[in-house]
């Protein structure tokens, strides 16, 4: 099916293992970003990428990695989880996917606990 | 920077009235998108209504309605005839015309009480 499709959906690690999230798109959109859900904050951005090999931090982007080799495709990786970056991680992609105009479309969401 | 304030935490409303969620916003932009995103317990990510900042009219979808006001900056979501599935969290978000990463405010959860 076409649309965004995020793995793993839940993981549980333990502090200091590197994690990566994977967030793989079907409709080509140039756009893609890494948001983090925590209570009371909304969603804030991590990183985003506005095409292949091309990434910009976003407003919490520290203890994370991105990378973009194909348009496709945008991993985020947690170099050495700590217990702060217990969340719910959410990939997007902005783009058009049907008649209506420009939007933001998002993945189910990665639960993510650090113990 | 922009910035999105959602200053209701938590709003209920009866099944069948009418609700009215509120947001504020501020960037310095001329041209951008506005969004209101809906989130059931699933945690999915639900778009609910869009709008154009060069658009005068207000958009509408279904039930869902906004009220746009650009030199106030505001642009609230109002539920008409609210149903049990209109339960969830409600985000507003804004983002800039070649630009976009979208700023989100911290959310209003909406209870309909039967």
């Known amino acids: 099916d076409a649309g965004i499709t995020q793995s793993p959906r839940y993981k549980i690690t333990e502090t200091g293992r590197q994690v990566t999230l994977m967030c793989h798109q079907t409709?080509?959109?140039?756009?893609m970003f890494w948001y983090r859900q925590d209570l009371g904050h909304g969603l804030r951005l991590i990183y985003y990428?506005?095409?292949?090999?091309?990434?910009d931090k976003g407003e919490v982007p520290d203890g994370y990695v991105v990378s973009r080799s194909k348009t496709e495709n945008f991993p985020l990786t947690l170099e050495s989880a700590t217990r702060s970056q217990t969340s719910v991680y959410f990939c997007?992609?902005?783009?058009?996917?049907?008649?209506?105009?420009?939007?933001?479309?998002f993945g189910e969401g990665s639960w993510l606990t650090v113990v | 920077a922009q910035t999105v304030t959602q200053s209701q935490p938590e709003m209920s409303v009866q099944e069948a009235e009418t609700v009215t969620l509120s947001c504020t916003y501020d960037?310095?932009?001329?041209?951008?998108?506005l969004f209101w995103y809906k989130q059931p317990p699933s945690r999915q990510m639900i778009l609910v209504i869009r709008?154009?900042?060069?658009?005068?009219q207000n958009a509408t979808e279904n039930r869902f309605s906004v009220n746009f006001q650009k030199a106030a900056k505001s642009f609230s979501l109002k539920i008409s005839d609210s149903q049990l599935g209109d339960a969830a969290m409600y985000f507003c978000?804004?983002?800039?015309?070649?630009?976009?990463?979208?700023?989100f405010g911290t959310g209003t959860r909406l209870t309909i009480i039967p």
């Open positions: 960037t310095s932009e001329s041209d951008y998108y």
């Open positions: 709008q154009e900042a060069y658009k005068q």
């Open positions: 978000a804004c983002t800039n015309f070649g630009n976009e990463k979208l700023t």
């Open positions: 409709w080509s959109h140039s756009y």
């Open positions: 997007a992609t902005w783009g058009r996917a049907d008649n209506s105009g420009n939007t933001i479309y």
């Open positions: 990428s506005a095409a292949a090999d091309i990434t």
